[in-house]
């Protein structure tokens, strides 16, 4: 299967008009950090930020931090801890880093903070590595 990019990510495609926008920055231990301000479209309970975006905030940097290092894949597995209820309304980071490379799999660790450095979320993930098409 060949991957392409035609912007309607729904987590950062630049064309998916009701997609979430991200931007990412490569911080220098390589890791790389999306913030996201959520509003009331991304609730789950009122006030609270929906875990089905969390999940995908948390697997979205994980990605970004596997191909800012020229890897390729898709998510295998994810598995995510919900700490403490994500507010709307106010800034957060979600920071995603690789693990390691073994094989055709590769790991990565992933969590969602707020500005006060309150954990929200934390998350690993296996990624399977995409073949190279011909």
Known sequence: MLLRDDGYCFACGRNNEKGLHLKFTGNPDRSITALFTAART???YQGVLHGGIISTLLDEVMAQAL??????????KIEVRFRKPAPLGVALAATGRLCEKKGRLCTATAELTGEDGTIYATANSVFSLMKPEK
């Open 42 to 44: 991304h609730q789950g």
């Open 67 to 76: 191909i800012a290092q020229g890897i390729l894949a898709v998510t295998a």
